[in-house]
């Protein structure tokens, strides 16, 4: 059973790879419709991946709890080792997609808070931001 929990977990980890790398495509090309249509799935594909996890990590509790005297690694196959190695890569490799979407959509927000700002300047008062009295969308200058 832990062997299919992890086959399945690694095919959570490897979509949720493809949709990060779709996204960051797309935010290049500012594409943004497709990546509204496909946070539904990514969170599918997160809920999935993290029932998997559990189900993982009960797996070898219970391996753990029938053998208490026995090392984990001695408890597992050679596939499972190899299963393991895997999604600590397949991790790795997600970490990093969504380091680079991070990226990106610090960079495209930070673009529209400054056209935003420019066009209708706000000023602090309190914790609060407003609309400064002397902004206006057009200015005409002669």
Do not use: C, W
């Amino acid at each position: 059973m832990l062997s299919y929990h992890l086959q399945s977990a690694l095919s959570d980890l490897r979509d949720l790879i493809k949709i990060t790398e779709s996204d960051v495509e797309d935010i290049k090309i500012a594409n943004h419709n497709p990546q509204f249509d496909r946070l539904k799935l990514k969170e599918e594909k997160l809920k999935s991946f993290e029932s998997k996890k559990a189900m993982i990590d009960h797996e070898i509790a219970s391996l753990i709890s029938i053998n208490p005297s026995t090392e984990l690694t001695q408890l597992l196959n050679e596939e499972q080792h190899e299963y393991l190695a895997e999604l600590k890569v397949e991790l790795q490799n997600l970490r990093d997609a969504n380091k680079r979407y991070a990226k990106l959509v610090l960079a495209v927000s930070n673009l529209y808070n400054t056209f935003l700002e420019r066009l209708v300047p706000t000023e602090m008062q309190g914790y609060n931001r407003v609309a400064s009295k002397d902004s206006t969308i057009l200015k005409v200058r002669v």
